[in-house]
């Protein structure tokens, strides 16, 4: 799982570590020593880093939850997110593909502009942000290389979870 000190990835771990054997990245924040399993520091950015690991677990399945996520950051730094945010994705679900094992993806409802809400799945996107753009070319790089991946559409996720200071709730 990416993302594994992050809001969704934690509340996963949180949830399902006596159930499934999880190997949780993180990048900027440690995963804390109360969530059973293996951590690895990786920049999503670095591809031969990405596959190195995916080699070296070879890993069952991938939950794909890591993200730049904070919009304002997308917007200084487009070509940075753009590397985690798409890239870093296409890779993962191409390194899924090739062994035909499960890719579930998170991305968001931001990928919509919010006038003509509840959408269908086929609804025509309309993102207003560079975040909002990066997970709509993110899907489609996925649904290029991987017809099988799971992509969830997740809403605006917020409440308090301890040791998560960069979540706004927190602040």
């Keep these: 799982m990416t993302g594994a000190s992050g809001f969704l990835g934690r509340y996963i771990l949180l949830h399902q570590q006596s159930d499934w054997d999880i190997t949780g990245t993180y ?14 520091k990786i920049d999503l950015a670095k591809a031969n880093e990405v596959e190195l ?14 993200a730049i996520s904070k919009a304002g950051l997308c917007e200084q ?13 296409q890779q993962l679900a191409k390194l899924c593909a090739d062994i035909q094992i499960p890719f579930l993806f998170t991305s968001t409802n931001l ?5 003509n809400a509840p959408y269908s799945e086929d609804a025509e996107t309309c993102p207003l942000s560079i975040y909002g ?20 559409r ?3 996720m917020y409440g308090l979870l301890s040791n998560t200071s960069n979540f706004f709730p927190n602040w």
Aim: hydrophobic share 40%.
């Design 53 to 66: 690991l995916f080699n070296t677990v070879q890993p069952d399945a991938v939950i794909h939850t890591a």
């Design 133 to 152: 753009k990066q997970k709509v070319e993110a899907e489609l790089a996925i649904e290029s290389v991987y017809s099988k991946a799971t992509i969830c």
């Design 27 to 40: 990048f900027s924040q440690d995963v804390p020593d109360k969530f059973i399993g293996t951590h690895h």
């Design 111 to 115: 990928i919509f502009d919010g006038k």
């Design 154 to 156: 997740m809403p605006l």
């Design 77 to 89: 730094k487009p070509e940075w997110s753009y590397q985690i945010n798409v890239m870093a994705t």
